[in-house]
């Protein structure tokens, strides 16, 4: 596998680099950004949907093939598969990036307030809008 690191884009915990550090994971040219056409789902955990008119906000950095395995093998995670997206940083550079996300969206029923908790403030402390923090439920 190779070390290069590739472009990700994450959109829940992962966004913070502190927990990353804590995984001994540093991304590479972190840069916030926005998905089009994606909304934000939280079950358990997060995952994007695919939602017209919708767009989420994250984090695109690179990681190798290595580190994002290594992400995604904990429990839980195992059940994220990566997929392509279009994200536009928010000084406009526009970047293919894997996204890792659930094959289903969460039932409308399931909830992790606390997940929904850490997320909002990873989001206000990486200084995303008010009005997309305060819709994390």
Do not use: W
């Not at 596998?1 to 990353?20: K, Q, T």
């Amino acid at each position: 596998m190779s070390d290069r690191p590739i472009e990700v884009f994450f959109y829940g915990l992962f966004m913070d680099d502190s927990l990353l550090r804590s995984r001994g994971i540093v991304g590479l040219n972190p840069r916030p950004a926005t998905v089009e056409e994606f909304g934000l789902r939280i079950g358990k955990r997060a995952t994007l949907v695919p939602a017209r008119h919708e767009r989420s906000y994250g984090m695109v950095m690179g990681l190798t093939h290595q580190e994002l395995k290594g992400l995604y093998s904990g429990p839980g995670l195992e059940h994220y598969l990566p997929e392509a997206v279009t994200c536009t940083t928010l000084t406009g550079e526009v970047v293919s990036a894997l996204c890792y996300n659930l094959p289903n969206a969460p039932a409308s029923d399931e909830v992790n307030e606390e997940y929904a908790g850490q997320l909002r403030a990873v989001l206000a402390k990486l200084g995303f809008p008010a009005e997309y923090v305060q819709r994390v439920r």
